[in-house]
Nanobody, 118 residues
Framework: EVQLVESGGGLVQAGGSLRLSCAAS????????IGWFRQAPWKGREAVSC????????YYTDSVKGRFTISSDNANNTVYLQMNNLKPEDTAVYYC???????????WGQGTQVTVSS
């Protein structure tokens, strides 16, 4: 059974930090790009960051560059998103996604809430 389990969300003041974790199981981790998406109230889901698990190439959306860092622990099939200098506009439900490099296979976690107060 494929599972993506997110953790680490919470309430933090502006300027604070959180680290999200996405623990993956049930598929070959190295065959997937693992990404973080977020969805704020009344907005569409947007891609925040992703990492290619086999070579650790990364992507960041412009609004988080210099503040967020994605990393992958392949030994434990876990991807992290370190979020520093958080802003109120970062408030959203954050979802982990695994997308196969060569097929349409894609899996989602259940989401974790991040709330940044001003």
């Amino acid at each position: 059974e494929v599972q993506l389990v997110e953790s680490g969300g919470g309430l933090v003041q502006a300027g604070g930090s959180l680290r999200l974790s996405c623990a993956a199981s049930g598929f070959t981790f190295d065959d997937y790009a693992i990404g973080w998406f977020r969805q704020a109230p009344w907005k569409g889901r947007e891609a925040v960051s992703c990492i290619a698990s086999y070579d650790h190439r990364t992507y960041y959306t412009d609004s988080v560059k210099g503040r967020f860092t994605i990393s992958s622990d392949n030994a434990n099939n876990t991807v992290y998103l370190q979020m520093n200098n958080l802003k109120p506009e970062d408030t959203a439900v954050y979802y982990c996604n695994a997308r196969h490099f060569y097929s349409s296979n894609s899996y989602w976690g259940q989401g974790t809430q991040v709330t940044v107060s001003s």
